[in-house]
């Protein structure tokens, strides 16, 4: 994913899920090259939607990148937050289809509740993994995972766990996701070139790219990782939660919740404003929220704003709902740990109402990050911003 993202690589394309002919938007960022049954066997398929799956995969990686294994996990003090902003959504809609639609006897499958629960996910990863700290699921939108990773950083400096598996995962490009979110005009019509689709904070974006897939971060007490000898990405240092108390759907238009979470992501990791180098925006490529982000950063940093490096790696992975916060977080690290900013691709044309930030367009950055904030926001107004730190 790093490689693809320094080099300003798109993974949209038109969708293969389902026949989209009948949609106004026909593309998505899909999962590609992934097999379910090379990681279950189709008895265990029948329990698990397919956020659980993504969601387990990646947890099982992040696992074995942290040097943790069944024998040398401490179950007790080991725990799990999980978001995701639709759930089970595809088990949701087939079996609704299957019911209703086809006619089938009238009667759900006794796995349906079990794979469509928006908590299921960290259920099944504690289970398979033996984690018996504690275990919830975050539903903040979009935000989800982001609320997760915040969740589990309050969770280990109170106390409650030496280790927490973060992050979300979202399986959501299926009729009802398209359909619901095409016809909120939320979504990129530029079918006929959908590499180039998602455009934040270009003048002529026309809504997002609807992604898929999972992020999964492991946060551990900083004494605690450091005796194990486990490679240190970067530190979380603070987050910062707010509402925009607007509206259901649009942020607020000068970004006031966006900038008291930023201010109390900053504030809660002893730093200043000044202190910041990067910025992984929401940016999503629709005409309002690419509007109002910005003058939020402005709002706060002034004219340290225009000394930062800002980026959308949404550009890229389009937007992973529920699990945005977490993949954009990792993307947030790795800009840390390696001095390079991933572009935000696909920008043409200047729009007038954006300030002329620096956003990284098309071509990746190298420059040394010491602190960096990941920003996620979602419809009902929810935002959250998480403050990165290079690990010394």
Known sequence: MWDALT?????????????????KSRIAAELKGFDALDYFDKKEMRLLDGYTVYGIVSVDEALRDAGFNDENIDSDSFGVVWGSGMGGVTSLQNEIIDYGVNGRNPRFSPYWVPKVITDICAGQIAIRHKL???????????????????D????????????????????????VGIGGFGNMRALSTRNDDPLTASRPFDKDRDGFVLGEGAGALILEEREHAMARGTQIYAEITGVGLSADAYHITASHPEGLGVINAMR??????????????????????????????????????GDHSYKMALNSTKS????????????EAIATILAIKNGIIPPTINH?????EIPNLDFTFNKAQHREV???LSNAFGFGGHNVCLAFRKHC
């Open 370 to 372: 010491n602190f960096a």
């Open 348 to 352: 043409f044309t200047d729009d007038p």
């Open 7 to 23: 080099k300003g690589v798109s993974g949209a394309g038109p969708i293969t899920h389902f026949d989209a002919s009948k949609f």
């Open 264 to 301: 109390q992501a900053i504030d809660e990791s002893g730093m200043e404003i000044t202190d910041v180098d990067h910025i992984n925006t929401h940016g999503t490529s629709t005409p309002i929220g690419d509007i109002s982000e910005p003058k939020a950063i402005i709002g706060l940093f």
């Open 316 to 327: 890229m992975t389009g937007h992973l709902l529920g699990a945005a916060g977490a993949v």
């Open 132 to 150: 018996r700290g504690p275990n919830y699921c975050t539903v903040a939108a979009c935000a989800s995972s982001a609320a997760a990773i915040s």
């Open 152 to 175: 589990a950083f309050s969770l280990i400096r109170l106390g409650k766990a030496k280790a927490m598996v973060a992050g979300g995962s979202e399986c959501a490009v299926t009729e």
